[in-house]
Structure formats: structure tokens, C-alpha cells
């Protein structure tokens, strides 16, 4: 087993919150939403889940201020990402990073969010492109890929 004593998340829309869920089920690990890890030990070994904004983790710096990362789960929308981008992005180094395709709930949607995801529509509303037009139709009618599923690769580094 890994050296991971508690698994700490970010979610806004929900579909991070259940991986954290289901991981938590899965290995019997604690689960701690990131604002309320007071009971973790400050540099606590921890498995960190985060949705990306604009390519940011969120969440991330803080829980690498307050903890010890030891791997990071970004949730996003895309079917696939730049692993090696993100890990750049979010300094990561050679830490684990795993991507799980989340979801996305419009009406869950708020602020300055659902304004910047209005003018995503109106973007790939201009675009033909099959990937353009499938990830249009998700912010319209929303979507939901989070499945148990994806959660192997991760599971199995756990279990290392």
C-alpha cells in the first residue's frame, strides 16, 4: 500500500467529490474535503483530487502548502489531456498524476464560471469538428463520465 494516509478533495460541481467518494470506498482511506482537513496532520501524507480550471488544479497550491501530495487526481471534461502539460503546469515534478473525465452540470454552474463557460459556447458554437461539437453539446445538456472504471490506474498505485 501506498504511504498515503487520506485522500483530500476540491469539487464544485460534484463529479470530483465522487470519485473521492469511491476511492474512499475502495481502499478505506479517509475522505476530507480540502476546507475541512482540519484533522489531518499538517504534512500528512495525502492522495489530493482537484477539477481543472483552465488547466489549474484546483486547490492544488494549497493542500501542497498545508500537505504532504504524495499523487493528484485532475477531473476535467476532456476525453484525454496533456499529462506532462498539466504536471508542468501545476508543478507536479515527477509526483503521480492521474486524469479522471468528470463531468459537467450547468445548472451547478455559478459566477464568473458561468460567464466564462457562456463565451465557451459561443466559441465552439462556430466550430464543425465532431470533439467541438461533443463538447458543446455537454455544456448545453451537461454530461456525466465519472465512472469507477477510470479509477484503476490510480487504485493500482495505491496498492503499490
Not at 504532504?68 to 503546469?89: F, H, N, Q, S
Not at 458554437?125 to 465519472?146: F, I
Request: net charge positive.
Amino acid at each position: 500500500m501506498s504511504r498515503v494516509s487520506a485522500i483530500v478533495y476540491t469539487s464544485a460541481t460534484g463529479f470530483t467529490a465522487r470519485y473521492a467518494g469511491l476511492l474512499a470506498e475502495q481502499t478505506g482511506l479517509p475522505l476530507f474535503r480540502l476546507e475541512e482537513a482540519d484533522a489531518l496532520a499538517p504534512g500528512a501524507p495525502v492522495l489530493y483530487l482537484g477539477w481543472l480550471h483552465a488547466g489549474s488544479v484546483r486547490g492544488l497550491k494549497r493542500a501542497l502548502r498545508r500537505f504532504r501530495v504524495e499523487g493528484t487526481c485532475a477531473v476535467g471534461m476532456a476525453p484525454e489531456v496533456d499529462a506532462d502539460k498539466l504536471r508542468r503546469d501545476n508543478g507536479l515534478g515527477q509526483a503521480p498524476l492521474f486524469y479522471l473525465r468528470g463531468g459537467y452540470a450547468p445548472d451547478r454552474v455559478r459566477g464568473l464560471d458561468r460567464v466564462l463557460m457562456a463565451g465557451m459556447k459561443r466559441h465552439l458554437a462556430g466550430k464543425s469538428d465532431p470533439q467541438s461539437q461533443a463538447a458543446l453539446a455537454a455544456m448545453r445538456q451537461g454530461a456525466d463520465w465519472v465512472s469507477a472504471d477510470q479509477l484503476g490506474p490510480v487504485l493500482a498505485w495505491l496498492g503499490s
